[in-house]
């Protein structure tokens, strides 16, 4: 059975570059529009990996993130940031938060797939 | 507080009020500008998916169709291998048949000549036998002279007489038997021949089309089998293609992001300024709506596309409905783009 990874993102063309991206990887995709949303399909099935944007409207993707790694079952799902925000201390916040990996807008769908197989262990 | 200071204040309220009204129809611009790109981007994605991912269905299911033909139970290849292993095999046959053809040919030459040989025996024996038959005939008249010394010698000149006509009997009898023998079997040899002969023209047919046939199979397994090739090459690259503008459209993302900063830094300035503003605390009283007005006259004034008056939530001025009619009509035809 595919590995479920859901992708958090605003904008819809994101979501769909993303999931086209993983889904010609052979994963299975769910799409959330914000981390609220996000948090709700999270609880309702089993996620194996989560990528998430930093500004989003009701729940932005640093607090997502803390939400997730205050549950006990959410302790070790990887969670990858893809953002545009290129700073330091914003890389820095997002580990904080409790990410796993932090990459930059424009992201290469092959740098991708790579990164996502190596924190699955495909 | 000095009468210039007033009006300087004043000035500047007014330039700033200005570009408050100009930044919300920028705002709003930008907004409307990002949303609808987006939106249009979504959709072309979407339609390039979709496109996509009919388009590596159908190749799968092409692809799979020619591998079972090629490949699988139905096995063409195999199929072909046996064609040509047949078609092999009747070359062979053929080339038996043309053998024997020529062995029989020469051995009705050669049984020909035996009946000729044989012939020429059969009339050396008819000639010794005749000769026999005189000298029988003279060796009795002699015998007969001899008169009562000669009687013994007339009963074995009368015997080799019979002798010699029974050998002549004979010998002819046996030509004929083998003339006979001889022409029935060349006869036989003939339409055997005529027959194989026959049959070798159909096998020489049968052959020729089996080795077209068996050729155009293995020309056309190549050519799938190429097609086969092309068709994975093709998809990945479209594959390839479509990471490449997932990439680049990636961009319009961060120009989204992009504007939403500079609004937010557009507005703490403003906010600023208005503070700073109410800590002088003086009275100036501005008519926000002539400044309203003023910059959306040269909104208007500067605004070309249609969509941009959504912008001042204004309707489309009827001249550019009808400019907007007219470039679809005249979009019809045969144009260049500059």
């Known amino acids: ?122 | 507080m000095g009468n210039d200071y007033t009006k300087t204040i004043q000035s500047l309220i007014y330039q700033i009020e200005s570009f408050k009204v100009a930044f919300n129809i920028i705002e709003k611009l930008s907004e409307y500008v990002t949303e609808t790109t987006e939106k249009k981007y979504t959709e072309l994605i979407d339609y390039i998916f979709k496109l996509t991912q009919k388009s590596d269905e159908s190749s799968k299911h092409i692809c799979n169709f020619l591998q079972e033909v090629i490949y699988g139970k139905t096995n063409l290849l195999q199929d072909s291998k046996l064609l040509s292993t047949a078609t092999s095999d009747l070359t062979d046959i053929r080339k038996d048949h043309e053998k024997a053809i020529d062995e029989i040919t020469n051995i009705s030459s050669e049984l020909k000549k035996s009946m000729l040989k044989i012939e020429k025996y059969s009339e050396n024996i008819t000639d010794i036998s005749e000769i026999t038959s005189i000298l029988a005939i003279n060796a009795s008249i002699e015998a007969a002279r001899a008169g009562e010394h000669g009687k013994g010698f007339k009963v074995i000149a009368k015997e080799i007489q019979n002798l010699s006509s029974r050998t002549k009997k004979v010998s002819q009898e046996i030509q004929n038997m083998i003339k006979e023998m001889v022409t029935y079997s060349v006869n036989y040899f003939f339409q055997y021949i005529e027959n194989l002969q026959g049959n070798l023209a159909v096998l020489r047919e049968v052959n020729e089309k089996l080795i077209k046939i068996s050729k155009n199979i293995d020309f056309q397994s190549k050519t799938v089998e190429t097609s086969l090739n092309e068709s994975k090459i093709l998809s990945d690259s479209i594959d390839s293609y479509i990471k490449k503008i997932s990439k680049t459209l990636q961009f319009q993302d961060i120009t989204r992001q992009q504007i939403e900063n500079i609004t937010k830094i557009l507005s703490k300035i403003y906010a600023n300024f208005e503070n700073s503003l109410n800590s002088i605390n003086i009275d100036i009283t501005i008519d926000k709506n002539k400044i309203e007005k003023e910059i959306h006259e040269i909104a208007e004034y500067n605004f070309t596309v249609s969509d941009e008056y959504k912008a001042i939530k204004k309707e489309i001025k009827s001249d550019v409905k009808e400019n907007k009619a007219l470039k679809d009509k005249e979009l019809k035809g045969d144009i260049t783009l500059f």
């Open chain 1, 1 to 122: 059975m595919s590995k479920k990874i859901l992708i958090v993102d605003d904008s819809e063309m994101i979501r769909n570059f993303h999931s086209y991206t993983l889904k010609s990887a052979n994963y299975d995709v769910l799409t959330a529009e914000n981390g609220a949303d996000a948090f709700e399909k999270l609880l309702q099935q089993k996620i194996d990996m989560v990528i998430t944007d930093i500004n989003m409207p009701v729940m932005d993707g640093y607090t997502f993130i803390k939400n997730i790694r205050q549950e006990d079952d959410f302790k070790d799902i990887p969670i990858i940031i893809i953002s545009t925000e290129d700073e330091a201390q914003d890389k820095e916040k997002g580990f904080n938060a409790g990410a796993n990996l932090y990459l930059v807008k424009p992201i290469n769908p092959n740098e991708l797939i790579e990164n996502v197989k190596l924190l699955l262990g495909d």
